[in-house]
């Protein structure tokens, strides 16, 4: 590849050298007849400061400015057809450039997201990979960069047109990395390259533009705002145009958005307080697509401006000459005090015009100009290039680079080698007081032949009030270097305290609103210290929200309870990397009463396995809890603790003498009401993982346990426990999805426990089973299982049910990314039974599916299959039809956050309710 610099100072030339791909090439000197056009043109010229000619095309690539290496100026990153992300310096010196194989056709973000006192690079490619690199272009490998993105079925192709946006955007203290995709997703990773929870998110059709970060709602916390196609169709809720995101940190939906166009948005969102009343307004373009292959007559090229909550500015849209696939610029640019609207139009299948206007806050166009010959695909950028003092309109058109100043006029029309087409950037680059323009050349692939990077010398920089703040008011595409696309308003709360370093445990709750009513809900979090904090939270009908605790209360053992006006249902989930040994998840449904006895079938000592009791009292008063230990083929063990008022315990079975290496069931006995669960940590068999269970607080003759599974590489056990001081007499009965019906009986001692592999029962080696168990005495059972499933090793744990139902709840669920979820359900009747299962997303939107279950036997659901839930977190509502009755659950499995693999289980509830509880909690050290 060939590259030729050449850099103008005055009347003389100087030769640079330039580092391409890691290698050292010498640099010929060559004087361009369009340098000395430009050169010689006269009035209405700008000096030319460098020039790179690199032999292909930059397109519509987009400039970024910014000093990276902290060495005091600006370097200027672009990427260009040839796949090379290139870095230069103020001359227009290649200071590096990688290959990455594709077109780059977004701007490269620039911060420094680790504090190193030097800024990270990340920027996408055509290929569909995000890439991130050091000040030097070194590769991020040790954070896990570059990433592939995947393609949504139908995608097609999976680009990234989008230029990444950088900042915090769920409040632990650390910066992300928000990018969007032709293949139909939004990402959101760590920097340090992990996946963030809720993520990606399935627009189901490409988006083009580029996301920007703002606290919207003010809340200390930035949202997601981006533009969207819509397709429109079956089993998509909002119709054919274009939609206007706002997305919480999780990947949910800002209550107010999407908003609705009739025409795709495939400019990029502004943001900014263009009216004065301190919030935030978020401004786009629109119509580059409908309108322009005759689907839409009306409404095609329009400016929209939303306030905070999706309701639009008044005055707004505002009616363009062409398509604004260009994105706004913000600034005060006639200095009357407020901010004003720059935004470039085009023509698109010679339908509208090219044009640059101006429009103030009501909505009200300034002026509205022919540009220079377009196509005016760039944006512009807001800086004094003719030193006035006030802003002008910089961008390209046609072959030429050029601006307009506050009232339209044409000052700066500087013909150049190619098509402008690029969005340029603006400032001080090497602080010499005087303002660069930077801006590339370069037609579409099979055009005009070439393509250059230009540095211009507008003159000193005046003098002004508010400095550079006035005077370049939006330097480049997206504003700033960390492309937040926003203008801060001033008056934004300050961010969430610096958390602590990162947790090694993230505990979730989630909370299931199935009913047609609003839920006001408060959650109580308390620590094992006895202090307290409380969350308040308002759940849409029909719909399920999540609730990281680690925001709320760090650092600690937390027990939870839920009080909500309305009954919902709730869940708890964890995810862990327990002592830097076991990694993994677990997951169970809250209690909705304490109780003053509590049942736990389920646990072991070995080596390889920790077993703890949590006790909760959320009582004023302190109790004194009694636990009897049941040991497999040995003798109870018994021992007494004391539980402080309003607070919780953990136990350690390994702490109690003669419980080192044991199966054990547990039988809790509290002098006041409590709420018990059990949690274990293992490696079993090179599976590591964790499971949980809250405990039960009677004892049945009849369980129900709808999962199960033996093949492949899972192992699956049923746990009984008999608590009482009579010997059980018990059938085990497993149920194949086949109808076939297995038995295991035995005699279980009074105050004992059995385990059963369901892998050694003849006919059940390799199958999908639910478990009945029979007693004619009562008792408790459980199952654990142990897997790999796909490379996701772990195990969960649920305890049974004592009577099937017509309805189950199950809060949790999961389809992104690495997760896969599954719904359990068991038919123990002797008739077929029909079962409707109904799924519903955080947004509100739900689907349902009716299916018949063999008597006998159990079914299984893949929820990621499911008509818009391939990336969805998701509620789930099983019910029988005609008077059937069922058991339902619900299985996960995953890899956290790209780190921690493992699943976990949770049985179904039957009834919401008004008030949960939760013994178990810890959001890491």
């Not at 990340?122 to 000040?135: A, E, K, P, R, Y």
């Not at 005087?434 to 005046?462: I, M, N, Q």
């Not at 008022?645 to 003498?657: G, H, I, M, Y």
Request: negative net charge; aromatic residues 10%; proline residues 6%.
């Amino acid at each position: 590849m060939r590259v030729e610099s050449v850099h103008a100072a005055g009347n003389r030339l100087r030769p640079a050298l330039s580092v391409v791909l890691g290698l050292l090439m010498a640099v010929s000197i060559l004087v361009s007849p369009w340098l000395l056009q430009a050169e010689a043109a006269g009035v209405g010229t700008k000096e030319v400061q460098g020039l790179c000619q690199a032999g292909s095309s930059f397109h519509d690539a987009k400039i970024t400015a910014a000093d990276i290496d902290g060495n005091g100026t600006t370097e200027l990153l672009v990427g260009n057809t040839n796949g090379n992300l290139y870095c230069f310096d103020h001359n227009a010196g290649v200071k590096w450039a990688y290959n990455t194989g594709a077109e780059i056709r977004g701007a490269p973000a620039c911060k420094d997201v680790d504090g190193d006192g030097t800024m990270e690079v990340f920027v996408g490619d055509m290929n569909g990979v995000v890439w991130g690199f050091s000040c030097n272009g070194v590769l991020l490998t040790q954070w896990g960069w570059p990433k592939a993105t995947q393609s949504s079925p139908g995608a097609g192709v999976n680009g990234v047109y989008s230029s990444p946006a950088i900042g915090d955007i769920n409040g632990d203290g650390a910066d992300d990395i928000v990018v969007c995709t032709w293949g139909k997703y939004v990402y959101a990773w760590s920097y340090h390259g992990g996946l963030l929870p809720g993520w990606p998110y399935d627009n189901k059709d490409s988006i083009w533009s580029s996301p920007a970060l703002a606290d919207i709602d003010m809340d200390g916390i930035k949202e997601i705002i981006v533009g969207a196609d819509s397709t429109g169709g079956s089993g998509w809720p909002w119709p054919a145009g274009g939609l206007l995101y706002a997305f919480n940190g999780d990947g949910g939906i800002v209550p107010g958005f999407p908003q609705v166009t009739p025409e795709v948005l495939w400019s990029s969102p502004a943001i900014s307080d263009i009216d004065g009343d301190g919030l935030q307004e978020i401004v786009i373009g629109t119509g580059h697509y409908y309108k322009a292959i005759g689907r839409l007559t009306t409404e095609g090229h329009r400016v929209y401006a939303y306030n905070h909550d999706g309701t639009p500015v008044k005055g707004w849209p505002v009616v363009a000459a062409g398509s604004t696939f260009s994105s706004p610029a913000v600034g005060d640019i006639d200095g009357d005090g407020v901010r004003e609207i720059v935004i470039a139009c085009n023509t698109m299948n010679g339908i509208g015009s090219d044009h640059i206007m101006a429009i103030k806050p009501d909505g009200t166009v300034m002026w509205s100009n022919q540009a220079f010959g377009g196509p005016n695909l760039g944006s512009p950028a807001l800086g004094d290039v003719d030193g006035d003092g006030y802003p002008d309109a910089i961008m390209g058109s046609g072959w030429a680079i050029g601006a307009w100043d506050r009232t339209g006029r044409v000052i700066w029309d500087q013909p150049l080698d190619n098509f402008v087409i690029t969005s340029p950037a603006v400032g001080d680059f090497d602080n010499d007081g005087h303002l660069e323009v930077a801006c590339c050349t370069g037609d579409v692939p099979g055009g005009a032949p070439g393509g250059s990077f230009w540095v211009f010398d507008c003159g000193p920089k005046k003098k002004v009030s508010g400095g550079d703040a006035s005077l370049l008011p939006w330097r480049m595409f997206r504003h700033t270097s960390d492309h937040n696309g926003t203008v801060l308003t001033g008056s934004e709360p300050p961010p969430p305290p610096p958390p602590p370093p990162p947790a090694n445990f993230h505990e979730y709750i989630l909370l299931m609103n199935p009913g047609g009513a609003t839920a006001n809900a408060e959650m109580q979090l308390m620590n094992e210290n006895g202090e307290k904090t409380a969350v308040s939270l308002t759940l849409a009908p029909s719909s399920r929200t999540t609730v990281h605790v680690n925001r709320h209360m760090p650092g600690c053992g937390v027990s939870a309870k839920v009080t909500s006006d309305n009954p919902i249902i709730c869940e708890r989930a964890m995810y862990f990397n327990f002592q830097n040994r076991w990694q993994g998840g677990t997951d169970a449904a809250g209690a909705q009463a304490p109780a003053s006895r509590w049942y736990l079938a389920e646990g072991y000592t070995s080596d390889n396995f920790d077993e703890f009791v949590l006790v909760q009292n959320p009582k004023e008063g302190p109790v004194t809890v009694n636990m009897t230990f049941m040991r497999e083929g040995d003798t109870p063990v018994i021992a007494a603790f004391e539980v402080g008022a309003e607070s919780r315990f953990t136990l350690n079975l390994k702490d109690v003498p003669g419980l080192q290496n044991a199966s054990v069931s547990t039988l809790v006995e509290a002098t006041g009401d409590v709420i018990c669960e059990r949690s274990m940590y293992f490696n079993y068999n090179g599976y590591v993982g964790g499971h949980n269970a809250m405990g039960v607080t009677e004892p049945a003759r009849q369980w129900y346990l709808a999962e199960g599974y033996t093949a492949q590489d899972y192992d699956t056990f049923v746990l009984i426990q008999n608590p009482g001081e009579k010997a059980a007499n018990v059938d085990v009965n497993l149920l194949r999805k086949d109808s076939h019906v297995g038995k295991v009986s035995f005699v279980l001692p009074a105050r004992s426990r059995k385990t059963i592999k369901v892998d050694d029962v003849p006919g059940f080696e390799a199958a999908e089973v639910s478990t009945e168990v029979q007693s004619d005495v009562d008792v408790i059972a459980e199952r654990a299982m142990y897997f790999n499933a796909g490379g996701r090793t772990g195990g969960h744990d649920s305890t049974g049910v004592s009577e099937a139902a017509g309805k189950w709840y199950l809060a949790e669920g999961y389809t992104g990314g690495s997760f896969d979820t599954y719904v359990l359900i068991m038919n123990p009747g002797n008739s077929v039974a029909k079962v409707k299962s109904t799924f519903i997303r955080a947004d509100g939107y739900t689907w349902s599916r009716t299916d018949s279950l063999l008597p006998n036997s159990r079914f299984t659901v893949h929820v990621d299959e499911m008509p818009g839930f391939d990336n969805a977190e998701v509620s789930t509502l099983v019910e029988g039809q005609d008077g059937a009755k069922v058991i339902a659950e619900r299985s996960m499995y995953f890899v956290y956050n790209d780190v921690y693999p493992g699943g976990h289980d949770s049985t179904g509830v039957t009834d919401p309710g008004t008030t949960w509880y939760f013994a178990e909690g810890y959001t890491g050290n």
